[in-house]
């Protein structure tokens, strides 16, 4: 009999014996751990990545909404094709177009977020003891699509520029000798999480390059493409390499993540078995919000509503940037986002940010240590601070604090501390 925690208890599984095998590697993530804790009014999270919602247009939403009942509620309310409506699968090819996404609908399904896309794509594509080659470090929620489905992750390095080609290299090299399949390239061009960078387009020609001789899908998972602080975007892989990318786009971050709508775009035959394992886990995606969604590109300025967006993160990644440098600790360095939600953070040698966040906590701020978004137990000197949610003057608190308490560790006595003005500032990876 297994143990199993309940209401902080552990308490014996009477179902132990009788899970698949392929549940050993489902464990809860650190991140959501933390959640509980990070939720209590009194601490500034900078831990979640919870979009800012406050500058949607609630009113008018609410009309729309109430509409397509009122006008369509027969259909709004019915069960609907498993492969997303067409009507918005014509949409998301505009989407995709601000990215030099030349799609036909017919090869997009409509998914609910982009986190069920990365489930199907795991499920579609790994076997147990697959190798996924993947950024070093990692968006958790991929990571635990392919534990799930028992495929195991080689991380390769990120700079400041993004994923490392030669570490790319290196790594299918390594699996090739080691005689190990590596089925999936899966990737966060664009403002990645957690470490902010962006890989340099000059990079992504190479990388598709190295992919494609290897006979590597890649999996481009963009959900932060369009909130660049310059208006800028970035041209999509898939824009490159239509027939070997697999790529995953979202709502969340650009409307609203409850609504739970993503997609995925794929190479037409990985489409047709896409929507054939989508509709033995959902039937179809929710018809009202795919219809919410809908109404909403169709009638709303979503540009503008970007552009909003956009601004409210620039102002907040500028009040992080600005108290880190203010506040923290000689030996401290990080990332410098051009977009997204994350600051990437690295401590001083001997400090652990997975040991010290309980002490975080009780001094009223969370983070989520870098320790998560690693398969292979890196991360320790690593944490993630989100910039996406609190106010500017929250953010600047929140960091104040966390200095406090990193000064506060033993590795940063006074004996240890490095001399001041080494900051280290432009690392060779993340
Ligand atoms: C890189 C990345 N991929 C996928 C997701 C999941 O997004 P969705 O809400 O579309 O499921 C997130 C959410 O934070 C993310 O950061």
Redesign the pocket.
Known sequence: MGHCPQGGRSVLDPHAGRYAARTAGMTASEIRALFAVASRPEVVSLAG?MPNLAALPLETIAAETARIIAEDGLTALQYASAQGLPVLREQICEVMSLEGVAAHPDDVLVTV????G?DLVARLFCDPGDLVVAEGPS?V??LGSFAAYQAEVAHVAVDAHGLVPEGLRAALRQARNAGRRVKLLYT?PNFH?PSGVTLAVERRAEILEICRTHGVLVVE?N??GLLGFDGRTHPALHSMDPENVVY?G?F?KTFA?GL?V?WVLAPHPVREKLVLAAESATLCPPTLNQMIVSRYLATQDWRGQIAVFRENYRERRDAMLRALEDFLPPGCSWTEPDGGFYVWVKVPEGVNTKAMLPRAVDARVAYASGTGFYTNGLGARRMRLSYCYPSPERIREGVRRLAGVLEAEPALAPAFRPVAGLRERAPETV
């Open positions: 990545g977020g982009s986190q069920m990365l968006y929620g991929a966060v999480n998972d959900p932060y995953l979202s969340s993540s739970r993503g």
